[in-house]
């Protein structure tokens, strides 16, 4: 549900931006909680995949070697 009063055409008037004057208490806190949880998912997969594209490049070499 939408936390603005925004109805109808009000969206589509030609006016000053309508910002947000109240968050819940621990809005912005979990908001914070979860971009760091996807930054930190991201850079799990990024160095995961790395890592398996180093064993593919380089394993071959080990196994021969």
């Known amino acids: 549900m939408s936390r603005h009063n925004i ?11 309508i910002l947000i004057r109240k ?3 621990g809005g912005r ?3 914070r909680l979860r ?5 930190a998912a991201g850079a799990g997969v990024a160095t995961l995949g790395a890592l398996i594209a180093v064993g593919i490049i380089v394993g071959p070499g ?3 070697g």
């Open 23 to 25: 968050l819940p208490a």
């Open 35 to 39: 971009i760091i949880a996807a930054f």
């Open 62 to 64: 080990l196994i021969a």
């Open 7 to 17: 109805t109808g055409s009000e969206a589509f008037k030609r006016g000053p931006f």
């Open 29 to 31: 806190r979990r908001r």
